[in-house]
C-alpha cells in the first residue's frame, strides 16, 4: 500500500512535471495553480485506503482493475504427514488443523493452528495460473511447537509451502490444496474448506466453534 508521503512525493513530482511542460509551452504559471494541492493528496491518500481494504475484493472491480483471490476467514485445514514414527514405523495419521487468513490488497497472513504447534508466514507470493481458473500462492513460514510439545523431534522449524485455489470462482475459491516441505526434510500436503468469515486467532477457539466450519 502507498503511505501518504509516498503519495506526497509522486503528487509532486508529477506537478513539476506538469508545470514544466506548461512553462515550455509558453503558459503562465502562478502559486495559485498550487492551491488544490492539499486537497488532491488527501482525495488520494483516501483512495488508497479504500482500495486497500475494502474495493479490492468487489466482484465488479475483479479480473480487470484487480487480481487478487479473496482468502479471509479461517478454514478448516487437514494435514497429511509423509514423516514416519519412528517409535511405530508407520506414517502419522491426519492431523486436524485450522487457518486463520486476514488480508488486503497488498499483505497476507496466514495464521496456521494445530493442536501441537503453529505457523505464520515469513514471505509470500499470489500469482494467477496459466491453468484453469486458479491462483497460487506460495508462502515460507516458520513453525513453531507449543512448549510442552518441543523435542528432539518436534522443533521449531522453517518451512514452504505452494497453495492452489480451487472452487466455481476465480476469486472467491471454496477449497484450495497445497504441498508443503520443511528444514526438518519432512513433506506432505493439506487441505482448506469449510470456510466461515471469523478469523480465530487460537485453536481452542476454532474447535470450540468447529460446528460453524459443517455448515
Not at 181 to 190: L, N, P, Q
Amino acid at each position: 500500500m502507498f503511505t501518504r508521503i509516498q503519495i506526497v512525493v509522486a503528487l509532486a513530482l508529477a506537478t513539476v512535471a506538469w508545470g514544466a511542460v506548461l512553462w515550455y509551452q509558453g503558459i503562465s504559471i502562478t502559486w495559485e495553480h498550487l492551491a488544490p494541492f492539499s486537497t488532491v493528496v488527501a482525495v488520494l491518500t483516501g483512495v488508497a485506503l479504500v482500495m486497500e481494504h475494502w474495493a479490492w475484493r468487489l466482484r465488479c472491480l475483479q479480473g480487470w482493475l484487480f487480481s487478487r483471490p479473496d482468502l479471509r476467514g479461517t478454514w478448516k485445514v487437514t494435514l497429511h504427514s509423509e514423516w514416519i514414527d519412528p517409535k511405530t514405523g508407520e506414517r502419522v495419521p491426519p492431523i486436524a488443523a485450522y487457518a486463520g487468513i486476514v488480508q488486503t490488497l497488498s499483505t497476507l497472513q496466514i495464521h496456521l493452528m494445530a493442536p501441537d504447534a503453529e505457523s505464520c508466514l515469513l514471505a509470500n507470493s499470489v500469482q494467477r495460473t496459466a491453468c484453469g481458473k486458479r491462483f497460487e500462492i506460495a508462502v515460507v513460514y516458520a513453525n513453531t511447537p507449543k512448549v510442552g510439545r518441543r523435542g528432539p523431534q518436534n522443533e521449531r522449524h522453517v518451512g514452504a509451502s505452494i497453495m492452489t485455489t480451487h472452487g466455481e470462482s476465480t476469486y472467491k475459491p471454496t477449497s484450495m490444496t497445497a504441498e508443503y516441505w520443511t528444514d526438518r526434510r519432512t513433506i506432505g500436503r493439506m487441505t482448506f474448506e469449510h470456510r466461515v468469515p471469523v478469523v480465530y486467532s487460537r485453536y481452542e477457539d476454532a474447535v470450540k466453534n468447529r460446528s460453524n466450519f459443517a455448515r
